[in-house]
């Protein structure tokens, strides 16, 4: 089993900068992918950025030169800055982990709510 609790949710100003935490516990495999989803009001989660055990990134194209996905193994914890914040941005955001062994484990945080206003 695997906890995920995420923090640094808020309300930001459009135009503000918000960082959100993922710390992961329990029995996390080496082989893994994280990311972080977001789902707003009335429309489907989506993923936002995800990351590799090797540190390989990749990202919607919507938050693209705006976000920026990092990890630090040792502290089994999982970051988002977010810049230059826009109200399309307001949702809730949900940390992920996929540990690649089989069968593949998906595990899911409970959600922080990031509001953009504009």
């Known amino acids: 089993q695997v906890q995920l609790v995420e923090s640094g949710g808020g309300l930001v100003q459009a135009g503000g900068s918000l960082r959100l935490s993922c710390a992961a516990s329990?029995?996390?495999?080496?082989?893994?992918?994280m990311g972080w989803y977001r789902q707003a009001p009335g429309k489907q989660r989506e993923l936002v950025a995800g990351?590799?055990?090797?540190?390989?990134?990749n990202y919607a194209d919507s938050v693209k030169d705006r976000f920026t996905i990092s990890r630090d193994t040792a502290k089994s914890t999982m970051y988002l800055q977010m810049n230059a914040l826009k109200p399309e941005d307001t949702a809730v955001y949900y940390c992920?982990?996929?540990?690649?062994?089989?069968?593949?484990?998906?595990?899911w945080g409970q959600g922080t709510q990031v509001t953009v206003s504009s």
């Open positions: 990351i590799t055990n090797g540190g390989t990134t």
């Open positions: 992920n982990i996929h540990i690649l062994r089989l069968p593949i484990e998906t595990y």
């Open positions: 329990g029995s996390i495999f080496s082989a893994n992918i």
